[in-house]
């Protein structure tokens, strides 16, 4: 099992990104997904995080730029990025609560991460 994310790059200030990021493997079922992000010199914090069930929280001061989504049928989650800041500028990761089944067919409960997307946003 494993989360891949993608989408990052370098763009100006006030465009937009869209991160994806999704899971493969034996899934059986993925609960809570989010992302969160590492700016250089930082500690890693959470972004946004969503429910199976749609339900969204986002960090406060991302409210109403950033927008988290996912498509349970293809087990990806989604980072819509607008209006991005020179301060924006870090590497986003993907995080998932999921149930998968492991070589013995034995169901395993994992957290994991995947390995992250830099965004670059320049002034």
């Known amino acids: 099992v494993q989360l891949q994310a993608s989408g990052g790059g370098l763009v100006q200030a006030g465009e937009s990104l869209r991160l994806s990021c999704a899971a493969s493997g034996s899934i059986v079922r993925i609960d809570d997904m989010s992302w969160y992000r590492q700016a250089p010199g930082k500690e890693r914090g959470l972004v946004a995080t969503?429910?199976?069930?749609?339900?969204?929280n986002y960090v406060d001061s991302l409210k109403g730029r950033f927008t988290i989504s996912r498509d349970n049928a293809k087990n990806t989650v989604y980072l819509q990025m607008n209006s991005l800041k020179p301060e924006d500028t870090a590497v986003y990761y993907c995080?998932?609560?999921?149930?998968?089944?492991?070589?013995?067919?034995?169901?395993?409960?994992?957290?994991?991460w995947g390995q992250g997307t830099l965004v670059t946003v320049s002034s």
């Open positions: 995080f998932a609560d999921l149930l998968y089944k492991d070589y013995s067919d034995a169901f395993v409960a994992h957290k994991m």
């Open positions: 969503i429910t199976s069930g749609g339900i969204t």
